[in-house]
């Protein structure tokens, strides 16, 4: 049977850091008030017109794809996972393969926002396994600035969020180690807890361009009851990753949420017991980039060299829909 393993990681984030007190011209805010509720102290946004979405994935996946030592044209499938694409249809994926200049492969975008990484890893695992694909380009990145309300009445979402992109060749292989296994849920149920409500089909350009005091176009997020849900899900799905596994808590060489908050890691932390050497954090970097969260954070903590052969590392994420997932790779 065949495994599936990450060959390449890759991330991009914009040049232009914007910090705390850059925010605090712009809104009634102070590094202190960020800090203390969110942990983060810096994020990038994007200020160059020509940035896209599709162009800093495609930046991301060629970091990927060298660090893999593959040709792009081995990539056998993409999956584009993001909140924020170029446009509102097609798929930021068929821009990302048209980007690369490679074969015309399949493209799948995922739409699981903060989850979106650990659904789109889930899937090329499953592809993967089943023998269908060798080389699977994965690609979580998201532009958030350009859609935040930058005044006093938005600054509770938008101090929070950050643009950049990160990327993973998922490859297959006959060795054991590898994704060991993932695990999905959601909960539609709470849907408008953490939403973009429009623009939407029903809510189209007219009402766009009539309706500009219309505060659904903003996002909302219900932050309390959002972190009450996340603390509980985080803990729950790492717990089931590990016994599918037949693996404990002990076992965790490095566990890499997603950048959320500063504050709900640290809660799950202390939740399940584990040092900070057990947990890997840049949120304070980079703001929560939702579906590049994961692979940046990957990534930056491969590259320190906080990630050896044989580790047990634990990915987990939660999020907009509700959904959440979690999975267990032995590195």
Request: with cysteine.
């Amino acid at each position: 049977m065949f495994r599936s393993k990450i060959t390449g990681l890759g991330f991009f984030v914009p040049e232009n850091i914007v910090s705390n007190d850059d925010l605090s011209k712009l809104m009634e805010t102070s590094d202190d008030w960020i800090s203390e509720r969110t942990g983060i102290k810096n994020r990038r946004w994007v200020n160059d017109k020509k940035l896209t979405t599709s162009l800093m994935g495609t930046y991301a996946a060629e970091k990927a794809i060298a660090d893999a030592g593959i040709d792009k044209n081995d990539i056998d499938f993409i999956i584009f996972s993001t909140l924020s694409p170029d446009y509102y249809f097609p798929g930021s994926g068929v821009l990302l393969q048209r980007n690369l200049g490679i074969k015309e492969i399949g493209a799948l975008d995922v739409r699981n926002q903060c989850s979106g990484f650990i659904y789109g890893l889930s899937i090329a695992d499953q592809y993967i396994k089943s023998g269908m694909y060798k080389n699977i380009l994965l690609v979580g990145s998201e532009i958030h600035s350009g859609g935040l309300d930058k005044s006093t009445k938005g600054r509770s979402v938008s101090v929070i969020f950050g643009d950049g992109a990160g990327a993973a060749v998922i490859s297959s292989t006959e060795s054991e180690n590898g994704i060991l296994s993932t695990h999905l849920h959601s909960e539609g149920k709470y849907a408008e807890e953490l939403a973009v409500i429009k623009p939407a089909t029903t809510h189209w350009i007219d009402k766009i361009k009539s309706d500009q005091t219309d505060e659904s176009y903003w996002p909302y997020m219900n932050g309390n009851f959002v972190f009450k849900n996340a603390v509980v899900r985080f803990e729950q799905v790492i717990k089931e990753g590990l016994e599918y596994s037949n693996l404990n808590i002990d076992d965790i060489s490095l566990l890499i949420p997603h950048q959320a908050n500063l504050r709900i890691s640290q809660f799950i932390q202390k939740k399940l017991k584990l040092s900070d050497s057990q947990v890997f954090n840049n949120i304070m970097k980079y703001g929560n980039t939702t579906a590049a969260s994961i692979p940046i954070a990957l990534t930056e903590a491969y590259q320190s060299n906080l990630i050896k052969k044989n580790d047990i590392v634990v990915l987990a994420a939660f999020g907009s829909g509700f959904t959440w997932g979690s999975a267990v790779i032995k590195w």
